[in-house]
């Protein structure tokens, strides 16, 4: 009788993300393309981790299929997990740094390289919101 006890943490869905910083210091956003879900918002690249896999292997893989760069994991930020209408997901970022390569965008339609106090003016995906904002007051990487 205790199995559905905690329903809505059933298809929660672990997501990472990577928090892009350059040598200057600014961030990278990308935007989800129109037939993307959540269409033209605003994320951190990465994506759904796999059977097997875990966080940090997850990321890199992500962002060399999404952004063909290799990134170096710098720290790990809090999961923020989030409930969207249809699905919760749990968000785990990372912030990183571009070891090799140059960005080319294979799934978004757009990106930017902001400084931190320009990030909350974008239209984020909802599950990004508190991670930019948790970016934004401890944005140190020690
Ligand atoms: N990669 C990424 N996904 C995010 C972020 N924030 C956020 O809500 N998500 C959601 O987490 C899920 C990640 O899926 P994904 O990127 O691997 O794959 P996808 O676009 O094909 O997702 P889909 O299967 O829902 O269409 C999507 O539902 C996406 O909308 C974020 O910052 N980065």
């Known amino acids: 009788m205790f199995l559905l006890a905690k329903p809505y943490l059933r298809n ?10 350059n040598a200057n210091g ?3 956003a990308a935007q989800r393309s129109a ?14 981790i796999e059977p097997g896999e875990t966080a940090e292997a997850s990321l890199i893989r ?3 299929e999404e952004l063909h760069v290799d990134v170096e994991i710098l720290k790990a930020l809090p999961v923020n997990t989030h409930q ?4 919760s997901i749990q968000l785990i970022p990372f912030v990183c740094r571009i070891t090799s390569g ?15 106090d320009e990030l ?5 995906a909802e599950a990004d919101v508190a991670v930019v904002e948790y970016y934004i007051e401890y944005n140190n990487i020690n």
């Open 12 to 21: 929660v869905i672990k997501v990472t993300c990577a928090i892009i910083v």
């Open 26 to 28: 600014l961030v990278f």
């Open 35 to 48: 037939t993307m879900s959540l269409p033209l918002k605003w994320e951190f690249p990465g994506g759904k």
């Open 62 to 64: 992500e962002i060399k």
């Open 84 to 87: 969207y209408p249809n699905v």
């Open 102 to 116: 140059q960005i080319v965008l294979k799934e978004h339609f757009d990106f930017k390289w902001l400084h931190k």
């Open 120 to 124: 909350l003016a974008l239209d984020w």
